[in-house]
DNA sequence: TCTGGGGTCCTAGGACCC
DNA sequence: TCTGGGGTCCTAGGACCC
């Protein structure tokens, strides 16, 4: 039998296929999922040229015609969950990268289920019959190969690569089908007559890295000459817990920088907390209305996870990058990330976090106790009436504004 | 003409230690 | 006093992915 037993399962064109499903009249026509920025398009608006991250305006001027439609993401969350549940219905060994995709090793279930190309086929029918959504597959030897093959495979097809033919199918692809090859390596490599990843495979190795780095040198030539040593990782935790917001284009005034970076401390402390963790290092992040942006980070000798502890640190940060750049006037949006996740938070370590610490061992821990109690009791709150039943009151000014909680939560890693 | 929000990984320079 | 080398951590920035 062929060992080509990974699976790479993709529904195609998600959000807007959802949305399709949901209402009938949708079907067959260009409708994109968001407003001023493209989340998702239908195959329909892509005839046009619309792509998702494309700015609503421009997506317009390409297709008149196009709906745009509200999104109804707990049923993304819901559907999604209900496609990967029936791949892991034929495997444990699944790796989830996202909402609306997997990767899966079938390797132990052949003998249950027949060959991969026969699980593929089965997988893709229960998602059409009890999702009602297509998802393409790739079935290969390796995680890239699969990939590669799900990509090709669309709009709601299936590849198979079998091991005797892939040098073939490589051979004349685009070398931006390669996983890492964006905008800028795609443009490098061409740059140097390198368009296809069979070009890329024969291309020197010390030239490739000399153009892209060492890592990535290393990587791209390994993938371009297929060679694939990543296996499925079935659990994955998040080492890093962010939240960002933008702001359109708001004056530097505490007015705006306080309320915000309330609000997204808020969010990143009660989620670590939720799961019991705590990170040493915060990093802030303020872009200026010209879109360029600057980072700053500290990384604190105890971890946290207290909201006030959170806002304090980020707020230092941000007046500290905006004393750097005197000249700019005008921000458009703010992002908090707590990174140097404690694996398994200790009690003591835990007491740091949340801003109980002595104030002998802590100097300036002010109110720590008190700090935390607040904590608690917002989080309980919460548990009990949803995430908006309490929290900053300064901050209800800007939610109906910014991106539905439902959104975010989409796209957030487990902790 | 002005893209949202959540992540990962890599690079390069400097501090610090042995 | 000057010089060399390796390792680790920290910080800022950037490319990339979904």
Redesign the pocket.
Known sequence: MSDATILHADLDAFYASVEQLLDPSLRGRPIAV?G????AASYEAKAFGVR???????ARELCPELIFVGGNFRHYQRLGDAAMAIVGDFTPAVER?????AFADVAGCTHLFGPPEAIADAIRRRVRAEVGLAISVGVARTKHLA?IGSQVAKPDGMVVVEPEDEATFLHDLPV?L???????????LAAIGIATIGQLAVAEPESV?RL????????LTALACNRDPRRIVTE???????????L?RRPVAEAVVRPTLRH?AD??AS?LRAKGRSG??V?VRVRF???????????LPHPVAATAILAEVAEG?VW??LR?HPEERTI??L?I?V??IEAEASALQLDFALGLADERLRPGARAGRSRLAADRAIDAIRDRFGWDAVGYASVALDRAR??PDA???????E?
């Open positions: 968001g001023g920025v493209v989340l998702g991250g494309m700015a609503g305006r421009k990268i996202s909402i609306d995709e990939k931006e390669i996983w890492g090859v964006g905008p800028v390596a795609r443009a490098r890295a892209l780095g060492p890592a990535a040198g290393e990587k994955r935790r998040a080492h890093s817990a962010g939240a960002q917001s933008a359109g997204l969010r990143v989620r040493r290092t990093t209305s010209d879109l360029r942006s600057v980072t700053r980070s500290a990384s940060l500290a990058a750097d458009s949006l992002a990330s990174s140097q910014s991106v959104f975010r939560a989409l796209a957030e890693k902790l």
